[in-house]
């Protein structure tokens, strides 16, 4: 397992470690299920969890990680969703391990005979599909036909699974990126994106954005990065438009003003996916299952573009506090990566 020692940046100080520990002996509940790690998932929470910069702390030492996938191997005798076998995803405060012990509510079966590699990749399904299709579906409530601004991230791992959910929604997709390097574009094009927005060219600004929402106005604006992005994207709306906020990449929390919204007759919602499991849980499996469903049919892909070993922890932080990454990072527990 991975763990960390002590609160601070993975990037610069050693403050993520390896432990050998023996394998759990005892479910601390019958409602508990016991998983064979195939995969754990990085997400930028994680990178903030452990700089003690996120809205739930953990105190060291403490197993980072929030998702991951593989097989179950044990469970208590209350369980009815999963049996010893089957694939499965799993959300987690401690997924950097080689095997986890969670609660069944956070345990979504995946479509059975998933090739190795897929299964790998579906760890990084969870929070970037669960929260796209939770944002755009059951909150602005998108309808076939209608057009989705992206301003900013695109080519992230919630980004890509935004244009991937709108487009199995009918919509079209105007996604903006800065396109270096050019595989974001690639995958962009791959996963249905309409229109792409490169903002690394020199004569691209934010009136490119808003030029094409002349002709395209946004229905549903899905923000991932804040700052001048999710200002600037008030300006490229219809009325009676919906914002989803969902994270604040940017390192920048904008500030609305109330009379566009007022004038404009916007709807904003705050997106914290996460905290749907304590206050929505049906709604928040739902997210998750209706993903998996997809994920099984070959609708939606999650992009894998880095994988890193558990030894290389640091490493993986590194590339994705660097924005290089398209899609997801994996850690795997076994020593083989994709650099």
């Known amino acids: 397992m991975v763990y960390c020692t002590k609160i601070g940046d993975p990037t610069t100080t050693n403050n993520l470690k390896i432990a050998h520990v023996p394998s759990i002996t005892h479910l601390p509940t019958q409602r508990h299920v016991r998983i064979a790690l195939r995969a754990a998932a990085l997400n930028f929470a994680d990178l903030l969890q452990l700089q003690g910069l996120y809205q739930e702390k953990q105190s060291p030492p403490f197993i980072p990680g929030s998702e991951a996938s593989g097989v179950v191997l044990e469970i208590g005798r209350d369980v009815r969703t999963v049996s010893v076998g089957d694939p499965v ?7 950097f391990a080689t095997e986890i012990v969670a609660d069944e509510s956070t345990v979504i079966k995946l479509p059975p005979h998933l090739p190795e590699d897929e299964l790998e990749a579906a760890a990084g399904m969870p929070v970037a599909f669960g929260t796209a299709l939770l944002a755009l579906k059951y909150r602005a409530q998108l309808k076939p036909g209608q057009t989705v601004l992206i301003p900013g991230g695109a080519a992230g791992g919630v980004g890509l699974a935004a244009v991937q959910i709108a487009k199995q929604l009918g919509a079209r997709v105007i996604a903006v990126v800065r396109g270096t390097p050019s595989s974001k574009i690639d995958a962009l094009k791959e ?6 927005i490169d903002t690394s060219s020199d004569n691209i600004n934010s009136q490119s954005m808003i030029q094409v929402c002349k002709q395209y106005p946004a229905d549903v604006v899905f923000d991932p990065v804040g700052g001048s992005a999710l200002l600037d994207s008030l300006r490229c709306v219809h009325w009676g438009a919906h914002i989803l906020i969902i994270g604040f990449a940017s390192d920048n929390i904008p500030k609305l003003s109330a009379n566009i919204l007022l004038v404009k007759n916007l709807t904003v919602h705050g997106i914290f996916w996460g905290s749907y499991l304590k206050n929505d849980t049906a709604l928040w499996r739902r997210s998750i299952e209706e993903s998996a469903k997809m994920l099984g049919e070959g609708k939606i892909k999650v992009n894998v573009s880095h994988i890193y070993s ?3 922890a640091k490493a993986a932080f590194l590339v994705l506090k660097s924005r290089l990454v398209v899609g997801k990072v994996l850690l795997l527990p076994n020593p083989r990566s994709m650099l």
């Open 191 to 196: 996963a249905g994106a309409d229109i792409i």
């Open 310 to 312: 558990f030894d290389q």
């Open 89 to 95: 995803v799993v959300v987690t405060r401690r997924s």
